[in-house]
DNA sequence: CCGAATAAGTAGCGACGCTATGTATGGAGG
DNA sequence: CCTCCATACATAGCGTCGCTACTTATTCGG
């Protein structure tokens, strides 16, 4: 997948990984692996960065901890965290939908991948 | 619609736009605009920029001409120019596919705009 | 005559995903 | 034992590109 495509969406991504449940950094990134079919594999130095800017807007809470000696930081939703992830599903749809108009597509989930 | 979650997209819709005949710049803004049901409006300083870069990529040709004493530069698509919005269509379809997976979101077009 | 619509352009900013690199630990294999 | 890989986090700096703000022209309606 092209770099920049992801502009803009990245956070919801976060967002929608954590909402299951509290995760670190590096755990994330495996999960985005995963739940993509391979598609969004990040380079951490997308995701950390990603995650202070989440964590600084206080959608997401941070907290160290430590595991076979190496250590955490694992986050969790917040409540404006919850909110935000379920305003941007929304604007997700909309973006989608007129985008996808404008380009003459029909929707990626119908048949393809 | 927010601002960067266009990154990277635009100029498939300026393709998408050109497709269907040739068009100058301001006619393209509100193509874009129609098409996109209004939600879609750019600034001048956007779309002229990325129809540069379009033209310098060779995707589209343009020519100037006069039209009641204004000055016109018009594009149509090049057969690259074809080719990469049939490329970025794909691309579209995998791209919402894999995002919508992640977020956990049925299309958009389905029920609600 | 003046302002809005039409038409095109540039300069400079800011956001953010990227590359590249640095740090440190634990476990597996030779 | 020692090296290499996986785990785990981090930052510096770059490049792209949509944005704001501004400039230049012409036509047309009031």
Same mark, same amino acid.
């Given at each position: 997948?092209? =770099?920049?495509?992801?502009? +803009?969406?990245? %956070? ?6 954590? /909402?299951?449940? %509290?995760?670190?950094? &590096?755990?994330?990134? %495996? ?5 993509? +079919? ?9 995701? &950390? ?7 600084? =807007?206080?959608?997401? =809470? ?12 694992? &986050? ?17 749809? /909309? ?5 996808? +108009?404008?380009?003459?597509? %029909? ?7």
């Amino acid at each position: 997948m092209k =770099a920049d495509v992801l502009k +803009g969406h990245l %956070e919801g991504m976060l967002l929608a990984v954590l /909402e299951t449940g %509290e995760q670190h950094g &590096y755990a994330i990134v %495996e999960e985005l692996k995963s739940r993509s +079919g391979g598609h969004i594999a990040l380079p951490t130095g997308t995701v &950390y960065p990603a995650l202070h800017r989440l964590e600084t =807007a206080g959608l997401i =809470a941070g907290r160290w901890s430590v595991h076979g000696g190496r250590r955490r930081r694992s &986050y969790e939703l917040t409540r404006a965290g919850r909110r935000s992830l379920s305003e941007q599903r929304a604007s997700w749809r /909309e973006f989608t939908s007129v985008v996808s +108009g404008v380009l003459g597509v %029909e929707p990626g989930w119908a048949g393809t991948s």
